[in-house]
């Protein structure tokens, strides 16, 4: 993923394939030898867009239709198979009790359920971007101590791996591999 403020954006665009390249290489390095273009390049905007609402009579929306964070940590899919495992548990217990599950009623259960995960993690992919997309020199050296001291904790990184994996207490049953 390369991400870069919209104006230098506008630049990059502009260059032939081959200074393209070039740049970056420059930024990649080459680690994984030399690097082509192998189509049109494209880009388009990143940000944090969260529906008000997920829910209508007989509508759900799921996974990006719900929410669209900053892929700077990688976590749209995974909020999306969440949101999929949690109306599939809301609509399978709904039916067992034999309710409509079409019903807002029904239906709010699901959007109550996935409303704190989607917000926390739109907005910690949010601060995680306004700060690693800042040069503000102060930050910059709080950023790098930061990382340095989680780097060598392995306790704490393995709180935040266990985060980003999704690993929390009221997953779906689908999530933690259980049957509905
Ligand atoms: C650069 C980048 C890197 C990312 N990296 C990661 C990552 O490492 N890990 C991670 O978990 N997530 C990552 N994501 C986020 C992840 O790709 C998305 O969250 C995920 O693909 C969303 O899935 P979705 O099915 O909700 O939507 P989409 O994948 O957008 O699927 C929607 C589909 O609906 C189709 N469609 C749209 N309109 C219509 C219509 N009117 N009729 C019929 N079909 C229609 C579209 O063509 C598309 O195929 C990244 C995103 C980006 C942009």
Do not use: C
């Amino acid at each position: 993923m390369w991400t870069e403020s919209s104006r230098d954006t506008e630049r990059l665009m502009a260059l032939d394939d081959f200074a393209f390249e070039l740049e970056l290489e420059r930024r990649f390095g080459h680690k994984l030898g030399e690097i082509s273009l192998d189509g049109p390049k494209k880009a388009f905007p990143l940000g944090l867009t969260l529906a008000r609402e997920t829910v209508k009579n007989r509508l759900a929306l799921v996974g990006d239709a719900a929410h669209g964070v900053h892929p700077i940590s990688g976590q749209g899919l995974n909020l999306g198979f969440k949101d999929a495992a949690a109306l599939a548990e809301t609509v399978v217990e709904a039916d067992r009790l034999g309710l409509d599950i079409g019903l807002l009623s029904v239906l709010e259960r699901y959007q109550m359920w996935r409303r704190f995960d989607t917000v926390r993690m739109g907005v910690t992919t949010d601060v995680l971007n306004r700060l690693f997309s800042n040069d503000n020199p102060l930050l910059r050296i709080m950023r790098d101590v930061g990382l340095g001291m989680v780097d060598r904790m392995p306790g704490l990184k393995n709180v935040f791996i266990a985060q980003a994996a999704g690993n929390r207490p009221g997953n779906p049953r689908l999530l933690r591999g259980e049957p509905i």
